[in-house]
């Protein structure tokens, strides 16, 4: 109804989960690439808990897109399920034909197809949604899953996304053998009244909007006392106070607004909703993050709030980037990350990707190291993507130059099945003797995040 009058392509405050719109900020980002690390990386069960609203059906979303090839994502929408239909529905989910067999024969069916998958480079997720709603028979049936194993690796991963009911029944004393695999635990918190109105702004220009901010930061206030900084009841909010403002023929969001979309959603403000930066790692997590921190994943020991584009940039809404504000003490330049789940940046009419100026940088650096290396020359190599994140390498060379390595850095585009990625690599060697003992002196970081080899350049 008010598309038109706001310049919109598309509603902007959806509820229903659409990856368009996934927003990276409050560390939602960074709680996605810790996921896919967990998952392809690690071993033991992962946990995600958060109130309803607070975005977990949406990041279960992001994975599934955000997972690389090799692993099959297997996604259980509904979690009332027996322990036989939880088998009944992983088997199909695997493409095999389970129809008619005993559980007992299904099982080991089951195991054969993983261990195949195993030879193979390939591995299986099971993602359960709202798994709070799970009968503790059905929990209990994916730990005895999650023991499946091929000598010393694992058949398969769990990832359980649950409102904080789940918390609760993994307390019993039944569930303690469940809880104790669980290694990795991540808690969405609400949206800090600093984000929200970045939040906004970020999904009006997801769905085309080019013009000035248009949401007061009363109106920011109240949707945010209002919602208690849940992204659902922000969307809803959000969505009837344009409604109310395209009622009264203004584009400018106000109070007013707010309060006529508070009145219609019964909802009303609450006192205990404080502006607070998000703590968003809890509990096992803290290794992880350390971890991932030296890798890039985990950014910043403060909330990175992005800001809204400012109009005259004139972003088109397949991009709707948001600046992603590094801690200060970090003294790094922002960077730029989309809200797009596309992996490779837009073209230029030459055909020639376009990066931040951030990764330019060691682009070009890259280019004329390769120039001047010349024969014999051996750098190490952190690690390499499978296809093209810009945002993710971007906030790697953030943290390098807190570190002060910057200068280090090497970013080569490569090719992987077709895709377009990064090598990423770390210093320049006369020999594999001084690459050696260059990789003994690296950063601490870098020696736990990664596994790093040492990288011939005489292909480039």
Not at 361 to 379: E, H, P
Not at 404 to 409: D, R
Not at 441 to 450: E, I, M, Q, T, V
Request: with cysteine.
């Amino acid at each position: 109804m008010y598309l038109e009058h706001f310049g919109l392509t598309e509603p902007p405050f959806k509820i229903t989960p659409v990856t368009e719109f996934f927003f990276s900020g409050a560390n939602r980002g960074e709680i996605l690439d810790a996921l896919i690390y967990a998952i392809t990386d690690s071993e033991g069960i992962i946990k995600i808990s958060g109130e309803v609203g607070s975005g977990k059906t949406m990041l279960c979303r992001m994975l599934l897109d955000r997972l690389p090839t090799n692993i099959k994502a297997i996604y259980l929408a509904n979690p009332s399920l027996s322990r036989d239909e939880l088998l009944y529905a992983i088997a199909d989910g695997l493409e095999l034909d389970p129809e008619g067999q005993r559980v007992s024969v299904l099982l080991q069916n089951l195991h054969n197809h993983l261990v195949a998958k195993h030879n193979q480079g390939e591995r299986c997720v099971v993602l359960v949604d709202e798994a709070h709603a799970m009968p503790l028979d059905t929990l209990e049936e994916l730990r005895l899953l999650y023991n499946l194993q091929v000598g010393k690796h694992k058949l398969i991963q769990i990832v359980l996304f649950g409102q904080p009911e789940l918390d609760e029944k993994l307390e019993q004393a039944n569930m303690r053998q469940l809880k104790d695999r669980i290694v990795h635990h991540f808690s969405m918190q609400p949206l800090s009244k600093k984000v929200i109105e970045s939040y906004l702004m970020f999904r009006m220009r997801a769905a085309g909007y080019h013009g000035p901010d248009i949401f007061s930061p009363a109106a920011v206030s109240l949707i945010g006392k209002a919602s208690n900084g849940l992204m659902r009841r922000v969307n809803i909010l959000a969505d009837k106070s344009l409604l109310a403002a395209f009622v009264e023929n203004t584009h400018n969001i106000e109070a007013k607004h707010v309060q006529a979309a508070i009145r219609d959603s019964e909802l009303s403000p609450n006192k205990s909703w404080l502006n607070r930066n998000n703590a968003v790692m809890a509990g096992s997590t803290t290794l992880l993050a350390i971890m991932l921190a030296g890798a890039g994943w985990l950014l910043g020991k403060t909330e990175a709030a992005p800001k809204a584009v400012d109009s005259a940039s004139a972003i088109q809404p397949s991009s709707a980037p948001a600046v992603i504000a590094m801690p200060a003490s970090d003294n790094v330049t922002p960077v730029v990350a989309t809200g797009s789940t596309k992996p490779i940046p837009p073209k230029t009419e030459e055909g020639k990707h376009t990066y931040s100026p951030f990764l330019e940088q060691r682009l070009d650096a890259t280019k004329t190291m390769l120039a001047q290396i010349g024969k014999g020359g051996i750098s190490i190599q952190l690690f390499y993507t499978e296809d093209a994140r810009p945002a993710r390498i971007e906030r790697f060379l953030s943290r390098a130059k807190s570190l002060g390595k910057l200068s280090e850095i090497y970013i080569v585009p490569i090719k992987i099945n077709g895709k377009e990625s990064f090598r990423v690599l770390y210093g320049t060697y006369a020999n594999s003797e001084a690459a050696r003992a260059g990789m003994q002196n690296l950063p601490k970081r870098y020696k736990d995040a990664f596994a790093p080899t040492l990288h011939e350049l005489d292909n480039y």
